[in-house]
């Protein structure tokens, strides 16, 4: 019967492949799912829930960097901007117990994000949204409660203050040595960075953000001069993953004709990515980013 079928569906051009990701249906009740060592509560609809059940190893690359940075800085701290339901502080404390702060925007991740948290130590949240400048903007939201999106629009159904990241840090965690700075906003993460030169320019700390061209569209966001200035501030490594997190390619901040390539193909339409992951290290931690390439090698 199966091969019936695909026989009449080859004189339409189709064909049935199998993809190996199973159909997981969304449901109005909360899921708890294992994310690293722990268990996570999210909401039903949030699409984490199934891809951490498809791919139990998701953001483990992230976990093993704070890893090799908490080694080298024990008092170190991580700030995690975009922390969602706490997925990603779990799978950093899965592989290190270093202090973190979550901050997060959206109303209902943000109660998933505080009661997931109470398993750790030392870790604190903020809510808040973040961008270049503190501000209060109209705007529409697109999914709401687990992958929420900010569009900015003069008829915006919403207002929304946003702050700087050196805002928040400045005011009450200035002493703190931040050392990992992770970024996941939904095409806001160059426009957080932007938000963050203070914070940057006294920590130094090795940067880790989602490049998703298709979302910056939407907020009219040109994301690679804000990579590009990056070789002013004394970062030069960098490297890229897919958007499952395995090691795409290392280079340099200096090779402007391999980075022009590799923004021009994620921003095509057909391209079979998705989005990048992108780490970039200050030169004061090129031993950490000549180990982290090495031991992500290790994982293709």
């Not at 339409?12 to 199973?22: M, N, R, S």
């Not at 965690?173 to 095409?187: A, P, R, S, T």
């Not at 880790?208 to 939407?218: D, G, I, S, T, V």
Request: glycine share 8%; net charge negative.
């Amino acid at each position: 019967m199966k091969e019936l079928i695909r026989n009449i569906l080859k004189r339409f051009g189709y064909d049935i492949v199998k993809t190996g990701v199973p159909y997981i249906p969304k449901t109005n009740k909360n899921d708890l799912v294992n994310v690293g060592k722990f268990k996570v509560l999210m909401p039903g609809n949030n699409v984490q829930r199934i891809n951490y059940r498809v791919y139990p190893e998701l953001n483990d690359q992230l976990g093993r960097l704070a890893c090799l940075l908490h080694k080298k800085y024990p008092a170190m701290t991580v700030v995690d901007v975009g922390a969602n339901v706490g997925d990603t502080i779990a799978v950093i404390k899965s592989f290190t117990n270093a202090s973190i702060i979550g901050i997060e925007g959206d109303e209902i991740s943000f109660g998933f994000l505080e009661e997931n948290v109470k398993q750790f130590s030392d870790v604190s949240v903020i809510k808040t949204f973040l961008g270049e400048k503190h501000d209060e903007i109209k705007a529409d939201f697109k999914n709401t409660g687990w992958n929420a999106t900010i569009v900015p629009a003069e008829g915006g159904s919403q207002k929304v203050l946003v702050r700087t990241l050196d805002e928040i840090i400045g005011k009450d965690y200035n002493g703190l040595d931040i050392k990992l700075l992770k970024i996941d906003v939904e095409g806001f993460d160059t426009i957080v960075l932007r938000g963050a030169q203070e914070v940057i320019k006294k920590n130094k700390p090795v940067v880790f953000f989602e490049y998703n061209p298709e979302a910056m569209k939407l907020l009219n966001e040109d994301g690679f001069s804000t990579l590009l200035s990056f070789r002013d501030k004394g970062y030069d490594k960098v490297i890229f993953f897919d958007h499952k997190g395995t090691l795409f390619l290392v280079t340099s901040l200096k090779n402007l004709e391999e980075l022009t390539c590799l923004h021009e193909y994620i921003s095509s339409s057909r391209n079979l990515l998705g989005y990048y992951d992108i780490v970039i290290f200050n030169e004061a931690d090129v031993d950490i980013a000549i180990k982290y390439s090495k031991e992500e090698r290790g994982y293709l």
